[in-house]
């Protein structure tokens, strides 16, 4: 089931449920594809969300009643259920050490986990890209383990490192570049994630699956990390 409705003068959004799930991203991922490849001569873009759809398109070429037409139909006709998922497992090398964890030794403390059985759980799963936002390239990923769960801090920081890995309730991410920002810090990246390389901005897609690969502070520094 869907629910189109007009977002802007040039703009419509489709609902496709009310509370994320890990199957409703798999749907709103495919759409966005297959809406994307199919009304390539009149969209801007399109944008996925936890439960939505955002599409801009162009007036000049397409009213809204017809572009919403078209849009049913294309949903209408295309089932999910007979694609194979196409996403690809991406690994992010993550130093976990309070030395880059800023919130590490206090949530360690607060969850009554040594920093080994911490590492373990955030390590050992697969995460799903639930939303791109925030600033280019930062992916909203879930759901984080009951057990490691924390809210946000009460004041966000002025500046976090670019790399760093944070835990905000039930999601995880890494941010992209230098920043301000109010998720617990439990870890770092060495690897680049800044628009210094523009194709940063296709690593990450709604739907697609990351998992952290612990690294020792060595293999950080070799990797290009920086203390």
């Not at 078209?70 to 194979?84: A, P």
């Not at 360690?108 to 373990?120: G, M, P, V």
Request: overall charge negative.
């Amino acid at each position: 089931m869907f629910n189109i409705k007009s977002a802007s003068e040039n703009s419509i959004i489709i609902y496709f449920g009310d509370q994320m799930s890990p199957a409703l991203i798999e749907k709103i991922s495919f759409y966005c594809q297959l809406l994307t490849d199919k009304l390539a001569d009149i969209i801007i873009d399109v944008v996925p969300s936890y439960t939505s759809l955002l599409i801009s398109y162009r007036l000049n070429l397409i009213n809204q009643q017809d572009m919403c037409d078209r849009v049913e139909k294309y949903l209408l006709s295309h089932d999910i259920d007979t694609v194979e998922s196409s996403s690809k497992l991406i690994e992010i090398p993550v130093y976990y050490d309070f030395e880059v964890g800023l919130d590490l030794e206090e949530l360690l403390s607060e969850k009554q986990l040594s920093l080994e059985e911490f590492i373990a759980i955030h390590s050992s799963k697969e995460y799903l890209v639930y939303a791109i936002g925030f600033s280019p390239a930062f992916a909203f990923l879930g759901e984080v383990d009951q057990r490691i769960r924390k809210n946000r801090l009460p004041s966000p920081r002025i500046q976090i490192p670019a790399g760093s890995v944070g835990i905000a309730d039930n999601q995880t991410a890494v941010y992209p570049i230098n920043s301000s920002g109010g998720w617990n810090i439990i870890g770092r990246s060495p690897l680049d994630f800044s628009l210094d390389n523009p194709d940063n901005l296709k690593r990450f897609a709604v739907g697609g699956s990351i998992r952290f690969v612990p690294i020792d502070k060595d293999k950080y520094l070799a990797l290009g990390g920086i203390l």
